[in-house]
T-cell receptor, first 114, second 110 residues
Framework: NAGVTQTPKFQVLKTGQSMTLQCAQD?????MSWYRQDPGMGLRLIHY???????DQGEVPNGYNVSRSTTEDFPLRLLSAAPSQTSVYFC?????????????FGPGTRLLVL | GEDVEQSLFLSVREGDSSVINCTYT??????LYWYKQEPGAGLQLLTY?????DMKQDQRLTVLLNKKDKHLSLRIADTQTGDSAIYFC??????????FGAGTRLAVHP
C-alpha cells in the first residue's frame, strides 16, 4: 500500500492563480480530509468527506473547493490564490469518520503564494 | 469555540523522561490524541485515549487524562534522540474532526 499520497510536494503561485492539490489513498478509506498547517498554530480543518459524493466544510473553508467523485481521490482546489493561503497542506484519511479511528496523513504540500 | 493549548518547546537529556502537557476546553471531547511530526513529514498517530479513561500505557508512552481539569499529558520514558520531533495534542468528539494544539517541539540532547 502506498498509503496517502499528495502531489505536488512544493508549489509557488502568483496571487490570483488557481491550482489543484491532489490527494489519493489506496486503503479504501471512506473518510478523507484536508488540513492546513501554519507556523505556531495547530492544523486546521479545511474540508472533509465521509464518502464519495459527500463533502462538507471544516473550520477554514473560504477560498477552497473540494469534490469526491471516487473513494480514492480528494482534490483540493484553490480558486484564486492569496498570500494568506501560503501554508503546508495535509491530506488525511481514515476507515470511517468515527472518533478514535486512526487518521493517516500524507507527507504534505508546501504552497507559497506571492 | 474549542481550543487546545500546549507549551511550545521542551528540552530533555537523552535517557530522561519527557512529559508533554496539553489543556483543552471542549468538555464534550470524546477522544484525545497524540500525534508526532518529524521534519518534513506528515503526522503520525502515536496513541489516543477515550475520555472515560484516566491512563493508557503503550510501551514507552504513558498518557494521563484529568477530565475534571481538561488536562492531558504524554510521558515518554527513556527518551532517545529519535524522539526529537513536534508532538501535537488533538481532540475530537464522536466524529473524527480533529482540533489540534500548536505542537510542542521536543529536543533531545546527549
Amino acid at each position: 500500500n502506498a498509503g496517502v499520497t499528495q502531489t505536488p510536494k512544493f508549489q509557488v503561485l502568483k496571487t490570483g492563480q488557481s491550482m489543484t492539490l491532489q490527494c489519493a489513498q489506496d486503503m479504501n478509506h471512506e473518510y478523507m480530509s484536508w488540513y492546513r498547517q501554519d507556523p505556531g498554530m495547530g492544523l486546521r480543518l479545511i474540508h472533509y468527506s465521509v464518502g464519495a459524493g459527500i463533502t462538507d466544510q471544516g473550520e477554514v473553508p473560504n477560498g477552497y473547493n473540494v469534490s469526491r467523485s471516487t473513494t480514492e481521490d480528494f482534490p483540493l482546489r484553490l480558486l484564486s490564490a492569496a498570500p494568506s493561503q501560503t501554508s503546508v497542506y495535509f491530506c488525511a484519511s481514515s476507515y470511517s469518520p468515527a472518533g478514535g479511528e486512526t487518521q493517516y496523513f500524507g507527507p504534505g504540500t508546501r504552497l507559497l503564494v506571492l | 469555540g474549542e481550543d487546545v493549548e500546549q507549551s511550545l518547546f521542551l528540552s530533555v537529556r537523552e535517557g530522561d523522561s519527557s512529559v508533554i502537557n496539553c489543556t483543552y476546553t471542549d468538555s464534550s471531547s470524546t477522544y484525545l490524541y497524540w500525534y508526532k511530526q518529524e521534519p518534513g513529514a506528515g503526522l503520525q498517530l502515536l496513541t489516543y485515549i477515550f475520555s472515560n479513561m484516566d491512563m493508557k500505557q503503550d510501551q514507552r508512552l504513558t498518557v494521563l487524562l484529568n477530565k475534571k481539569d481538561k488536562h492531558l499529558s504524554l510521558r515518554i520514558a527513556d527518551t532517545q534522540t529519535g524522539d526529537s520531533a513536534i508532538y501535537f495534542c488533538a481532540e475530537s468528539n464522536d466524529y473524527n474532526k480533529l482540533i489540534f494544539g500548536a505542537g510542542t517541539r521536543l529536543a533531545v540532547h546527549p
